[in-house]
């Protein structure tokens, strides 16, 4: 079950963290994966391990809020795969502050990415997928979509529009055989977070490490082989029937707390 095989994926933020662990798992369903990263050699480092477990992959480097440079990506991504079958909107990038701490240049730096970036990404799939018949867009969203969480005030709008981005997509090209679905995740362990912890409280990083966890009434944060787990199904052939769903995958965080 949940066979990726002789699909082609792109995945985007997949140098470390969710992405890079959606691209292992898909690549070992048998999907051939597009791994794309702002750096080139944080996607090389994910196809090599992902090469080194006997999968097939590919990296890309690009800045997923250039309109242009993603229409470049995927016309090259064209010339090695005749189908597009996946695309996961991972890449994103985080801020905490509240209304008045946030600045004009934080906001827009979270749109470019957050925002246009799967804007960009979903319209140069949703091109091709339109012109084969069919194909699966997954973005990654996250609980900060649903529900109040403090001094995340930027990142929650940028989470919002995904949200309702997908919604939007699902609607609009359900006849064409295109699902779209997102994943909401509560904190998940990620080089994010460590740094988040070493930069802000530093020698305090295990105190913080486990208050931080215990914010999930089920006590710990989330793995990102867990979130891969449920991409993978949401991108399978299994989940044919699931489209304009929002999927928590967040240990109780939104209807435990």
């Not at 969710?18 to 292992?24: C, D, K, T, W």
């Not at 801020?95 to 749109?111: F, K, M, S, V």
């Not at 740094?195 to 020698?203: D, F, K, R, S, T």
Request: proline content about 3%; glycine content about 8%; some cysteine.
């Amino acid at each position: 079950m949940f066979s990726l095989a002789k699909k082609t994926a792109i995945v985007t933020g997949a140098g470390s963290g969710i992405g890079q662990a959606v691209a292992r798992l898909f690549a070992h369903q048998g999907a051939q994966v597009e791994v794309v990263d702002l750096k080139q050699e944080a996607a090389q480092n994910t196809v090599d391990e992902i090469i080194a477990a006997g999968g097939r992959a590919h990296a890309n480097a690009v800045d997923v809020g250039d309109h242009a440079a993603v229409k470049m990506l995927f016309a090259d991504i064209a010339t090695r795969h005749p189908r597009l079958d996946i695309l996961v909107n991972n890449a994103g990038i985080a801020h905490i502050g509240t209304l008045l701490t946030t600045q004009e240049a934080d906001l827009d730096r979270l749109y470019r990415v957050n925002i246009k970036g799967v804007f960009n990404c979903a319209q140069a799939a949703v091109e091709r997928m339109v012109i084969q018949g069919g194909g699966v867009v997954l973005n990654l969203c996250s609980i900060a979509a649903q529900i109040g969480l403090a001094e995340r005030f930027a990142y929650s709008m940028t989470k919002g529009a995904v949200l309702t981005m997908t919604y939007s997509i699902a609607k609009d090209f359900i006849q064409q055989g295109i699902r779209c679905n997102c994943i909401c995740p509560a904190r998940v362990h990620t080089p994010f977070v460590d740094g988040y912890l070493a930069a802000n409280y530093p020698g305090r990083e295990q105190e913080m490490f486990e208050k931080l966890s215990a914010a999930q009434p089920i006590g710990r944060m989330a793995k990102p082989d867990e979130i891969a787990a449920l991409a993978a199904y949401l991108c399978s052939d299994e989940a044919a029937f699931i489209t304009g769903s929002s999927y928590p995958i967040d240990g109780g965080a939104v209807n435990l707390r």
